[in-house]
């Protein structure tokens, strides 16, 4: 089933994270679905894509495959003409870039421990092909929200230096014995003692001691990720 929804949402012209924002699900559901293998919708959730994405669950399950029978609104008339450029497709990006663990949106305690070994590899986006040290990172928590959503996939660039304001991941060490931790937020403040990030939901702006800090490192934008 996993090939026929690929299939569907590319002839819809959706990404993965519009489809399942489409059908009422979690905004990275269509995402960890493709990456699990194997797996497919039941119930309720089988019924959301339906409805969301148009198709009778007979074309869902393979059961059909008359198009005439996919409900897809008409194409509405516009001025927009298609952008003649080429997207790589995932065979032409490598899969290489280590994944480290998550970055918490709560700080401190409660975050997540980084791994000293990756946990698993993603796809290195085309504008990153030479970037060697740059790794991700799954966002946990909701305090960086409507930003970044639980689930998200930050890519991070520890040669770039961050600037005020942009996302960037601090690395935190309390003490000889502790594990390593992450947080993510905005880059704020930088005094002799203190930096400062800044934290959308609920707004706050929390003060972190230098002396605990082991890096700072940039969380790169789409901007950047698309060579914008």
Not at 53 to 76: C, F, K, Q, R, Y
Not at 134 to 161: A, C, N, R, W
Request: hydrophobic share 40%; charged share 20%.
């Amino acid at each position: 089933m996993t090939d026929i929804l690929k299939d569907l949402i590319a002839e819809q012209g959706l990404t993965w994270e519009a489809a399942s924002l489409k059908s009422n699900l979690e905004r990275s559901y269509f995402r960890k679905l493709f990456e699990r293998g194997g797996a497919s919708p039941r119930g309720q959730t089988l019924k959301k894509i339906s409805d969301g994405l148009g198709v009778p669950m007979t074309v869902l399950l393979g059961e059909s495959t008359d198009a005439s029978a996919i409900n897809i609104a008409p194409a509405l008339k516009t001025d927009v003409r298609p952008a003649s450029a080429h997207l790589p497709l995932p065979m032409e990006m490598a899969k290489d870039v280590p994944v480290m663990g998550t970055a918490a949106g709560s700080h401190l305690r409660g975050a997540f421990q980084l791994s000293s070994e990756p946990v698993d590899y993603v796809r290195r986006p085309h504008t990153l092909i030479n970037a060697r040290n740059v790794y991700s990172l799954y966002v946990e928590g909701t305090s960086m929200e409507p930003q970044f959503q639980p689930g998200d996939l930050i890519y991070v660039h520890p040669d770039k230096p961050p600037r005020f304001g942009d996302a960037v991941v601090i690395q935190v060490q309390l003490g000889d014995s502790e594990a390593m931790e992450a947080t993510i937020g905005i880059f704020s403040k930088r005094a002799p003692e203190m930096v400062t990030i800044r934290k959308h939901n609920p707004s706050a702006e929390i003060e972190i001691p230098r002396s605990t800090i082991v890096a700072i490192h940039k969380v790169l934008s789409v901007n950047e990720l698309y060579g914008v």
